[in-house]
T-cell receptor, first 114, second 112 residues
Framework: NAGVTQTPKFRILKIGQSMTLQCTQDMNHNYMYWYRQDPGMGLKLIYYSVGAGITDKGEVPNGYNVSRSTTEDFPLRLELAAPSQTSVYFC?????????????FGPGTRLTVL | KQEVTQIPAALSVPEGENLVLNCSFTDSAIYNLQWFRQDPGKGLTSLLLIQSSQREQTSGRLNASLDKSSGRSTLYIAASQPGDSATYLCAVKGAGSYQLTFGKGTKLSVIP
């Protein structure tokens, strides 16, 4: 089991460019999440999905879009990149349910917008 | 709105010491609390998950406790080793919520 994998590991974007951060999990988890981590701050939820075709906004969704066409994949799209989106992005997955489900995280994508 | 605080922000101890990391949260209506380890430039590794109905969980040299009514959790590390040096994050899942709310972490340095 590879767990949760993310690509790319690093990326530098210019202001106004777009990109997609990829996330794949092989644990057959229904739930998937995108978080961002800014220096010295706690992780904040951007979007989450409870299954294929179902997504919802988290705490900081502005400037991002997601889709979930399969159980395994949950890409995060940045449109019109801005310096405020410079951050480390983590994808996570968990078994279904609001209660006891432990979240498992990928290695992260470090994004810089110049 | 749930807020999670971790004190201290940084901690340096000599190898072999037992130590306690603290986590507090403002809303006691939680499903669970999770402790993570994060190494520099790396992702998060889940260490322990405590359900809201539990008081503690143990894994090897790690023991996490939860006092939901007072909004506190502690992570106890026994016989610390240099390999324990990392940032430790506490996160809670609120009742009715899908997201984890994270603290800012405690950066631990274990000096050989």
């Amino acid at each position: 089991n590879a767990g949760v994998t993310q690509t790319p590991k690093f990326r530098i974007l210019k202001i106004g460019q777009s990109m997609t951060l990829q996330c794949t999990q092989d644990m057959n988890h229904n739930y998937m999440y995108w978080y961002r981590q800014d220096p010295g701050m706690g992780l904040k939820l951007i979007y989450y999905s409870v299954g294929a075709g179902i997504t919802d906004k988290g705490e900081v969704p502005n400037g991002y879009n997601v889709s979930r066409s399969t159980t395994e994949d949950f890409p995060l799209r940045l449109e019109l990149a801005a310096p405020s989106q410079t951050s480390v992005y983590f994808c996570a997955s968990s078994p279904p349910g609001l209660g006891s489900n432990e979240q498992f995280f990928g290695p992260g994508t470090r994004l810089t917008v110049l | 709105k749930q807020e999670v605080t971790q004190i201290p922000a940084a901690l340096s101890v000599p190898e072999g010491e037992n130590l306690v990391l603290n986590c507090s949260f403002t809303d006691s209506a939680i499903y669970n609390l999770q402790w993570f380890r994060q190494d520099p430039g790396k992702g998060l590794t889940s260490l322990l998950l405590i359900q809201s109905s539990q008081r503690e969980q143990t894994s090897g040299r790690l023991n996490a406790s939860l006092d939901k009514s007072s909004g506190r959790s502690t992570l106890y590390i026994a016989a610390s080793q240099p390999g324990d040096s990392a940032t430790y994050l506490c996160a809670v899942k609120g009742a009715g919520s899908y997201q984890l709310t994270f603290g800012k972490g405690t950066k631990l340095s274990v000096i050989p």
